[in-house]
C-alpha cells in the first residue's frame, strides 16, 4: 500500500542517487579506487527526539566509499521497520546513536563492491544485511559478515522483513525458552512482526499450542498463520481466557509489553515454564515521549527476590538483539533462518510497503497497530501517481451524453402517458 506523502524534505531530481558504474576489479573482486568521486544517497535521518517530523528524508553527497577489509558496498533495495525505530525516535532505544543519525536495522540489496579480503561475496550478489543503524538509505557499508546471501526465490522485500523479527523469535523460543514438543506459548501481539515470526516458528515443532493476543480484525489472519487461540485484548482478559482453556497455564511467554503485563505472565506461567520479556510497548502511548506512561511502566514493573523466583520454579529472561554481540551466533541463526525459508517452514508476510518521502505513514501505522506482518520502506524515490483510464471507464465516458438524452426521452413518454 501506499499512504500519503509526509511533509519532508523533496530530493530534486538531479539530487538523486544514480546507481554508479562497476568499480574497475583485481583478480579477487577486490575493487580498485582510482580517483575518488562523490555519490549522493537517499536517506532517513533522525533530526532530533520527538514526533514523526523527525524522521527527515534528507539527500546526502559524500566521497564514494574506499572499502576497508572485509567490507562490502551495497545498493539497498528495500528496509524493514521495526518497533525499536519507534522508540529511538523517542529517545528511548539506547543502542540508537544520539541525533542526527540515519535510522535503520535491517535491508536487503544488491551488492556493487567488495572490499580486500572478501571471498563469499561477489559484485551482483543479492544480500540481506544487518546494523545496529545506518541501513534507512541507499546506499550502505557493511562488515561482510552482515551480509547474507539471499535465496533465488526470496524477494528484497521478504529479505528486509526477516532478520530482526526471525532472530528475535528464533533466539527467545529455542535458545531461552528451550520451546520441545508438546508445549504451549502466550504470544503478546501476535499480528505483528515478530509475532508472525513466533508462530511460524513454534510450527517447526510438534503440538505446540499457541495463544495469541491480537485485535478482534485480526483473528482470522493469525488463526490462517497458525495460532491455535485468538484473544482479543481490547475486549477480554487474556489471562481469564487462557485460564478457561488452559487452567495450569502455559510453558513459555513472550512478552513485548512491559509493565504490568509481565506480572501477569508471570503468573501464567506453568511451573518450570518461562517467561521472556524482549520490549516495553506499553511505554510508547503517543507520538512523543510520554513521562507518566513510563512512569506506570516502571512503577508496575516485575519485582522478585531470588528466594521466591527460586521457590516458584520459574524462569524470567530478557532478551535484546540491540546488545547481543555475538556476531557468531548471530551468524549461525540467520543461516538456521534461511534454511528454514528454503524449506518452506517460515516466510515473512508483508503488511504494506510505504516509500522513504512517507516514513511517517509507515510509522504512523505500526504506533497504531494497524499492520499486519511487516511494515516495509523504499528506498527509490516516489513516483507520480497517475490513474490511467481503463476501457470501461472510457466507454462509460462515452456512452454518457446519450444515455441522458434516452433517459429525459423516456421520462417524458411516461409524463405524456400520465397525462
Known sequence: MSGKDAPTEQPQPEQEA???????????????????????????????????DKIKLQVKTMPKPELKSGEVLVRVK????????????????????????????????????????????????????????????????????RAFIMPDQMSF?????????????????????????????????????VGIAATQLCQSVQDVTIFGTASASKHETIVQGGVTHP???????YVEEVRKISPKGVDVVLDPLGGSDTQKGFNLLKPMGSIVVFGAANGVTGQKRNLIALAKLWYHQLSLSALKLMQSNKAVCGFHLGYLKDEELISETMAKMLELYGQGKI?????????FEEVADAMRRMHERQNIGKVILLPEPKKEEEKPKTPTETVEKEETPEAAANETKEEATEEAKEE
Not at 526471525?166 to 508445549?183: S, V
Not at 484473544?231 to 482478559?237: A, P, S
Request: aromatic share 6%; charged share 20%.
Open 18 to 52: 544514480k546507481t554508479p558504474e562497476e568499480p574497475p576489479t583485481s583478480p579477487g573482486n577486490t575493487p580498485i579506487n582510482e580517483e575518488k568521486t562523490t555519490i549522493s544517497c537517499r536517506a532517513l535521518v533522525l533530526t532530533g527526539y520527538g514526533g514523526y
Open 78 to 145: 528495500a528496509c524493514g521497520l521495526n518497533f525499536a525505530e519507534l522508540m529511538g525516535r523517542q529517545g528511548l532505544y539506547d543502542p540508537l546513536p544520539s541525533p542526527p543519525v540515519t535510522m535503520g536495522m535491517e535491508g536487503a540489496g544488491v551488492v556493487e563492491a567488495v572490499g580486500p579480503e572478501v571471498e563469499d561475496k561477489k559484485v551482483g550478489d543479492r544480500v540481506i544485511v544487518l546494523g545496529r543503524s545506518g541501513i534507512w538509505q541507499e546506499v550502505v557499508v557493511v562488515p561482510s559478515n
Open 157 to 193: 522485500e521478504e529479505g528486509a522483513a526477516l532478520p530482526i523479527n526471525y532472530l528475535t523469535a528464533y533466539l527467545m523460543l529455542f535458545e531461552m525458552a528451550n520451546i520441545k514438543p508438546g508445549k504451549s506459548v502466550l504470544i503478546h501481539m501476535a499480528a505483528g512482526g
Open 231 to 237: 484473544i482479543d485484548y481490547r475486549t477480554k482478559d
Open 347 to 355: 516466510k515473512p508476510k508483508i503488511d504494506s510497503r510505504f516509500h
